[in-house]
Nanobody, 115 residues
Framework: QAQLVESGGGLVQPGGSLRLSCVVS????????MFWYRQAPGQQREMVAF???????HAADSVKGRFTIARDNAKNTVYLEMNSLKPEDTAVYYC?????????WGKGTLVTVSS
């Protein structure tokens, strides 16, 4: 059974940095496109960034230049490096593994950006 476990969230001041990790088990990690999503209180879940099996990346305009997604297939892990954090980045961050029409989600990690 597929399992995705996020970690690395926490409280950080504006302008600070965090690195999120998502460890994946129970599936062939290297075959899946990996996503990071986030959901702020009272808002819809939105896509933050993704990385394909070949390493192509894409980030949402709201985080471009500040957030970087990366994957380590040897460790079955996807990362989200977040820099220059803003209060509006406060949200629960989720990772997702996608292969064709099959999605697997983690349970999320909370990131709070506040002084």
């Amino acid at each position: 059974q597929a399992q995705l476990v996020e970690s690395g969230g926490g409280l950080v001041q504006p302008g600070g940095s965090l690195r999120l990790s998502c460890v994946v088990s129970g599936l062939r990690f290297s075959s899946y496109t990996m996503f990071w999503y986030r959901q702020a209180p009272g808002q819809q879940r939105e896509m933050v960034a993704f990385i394909t099996t070949g390493g192509t990346t894409h980030a949402a305009d709201s985080v471009k230049g500040r957030f970087t997604i990366a994957r380590d297939n040897a460790k079955n892990t996807v990362y989200l490096e977040m820099n220059s954090l803003k209060p509006e980045d406060t949200a629960v961050y989720y990772c997702k593994a996608t292969l064709v029409r099959t999605d697997y989600w983690g349970k999320g990690t909370l990131v709070t950006v506040s002084s």
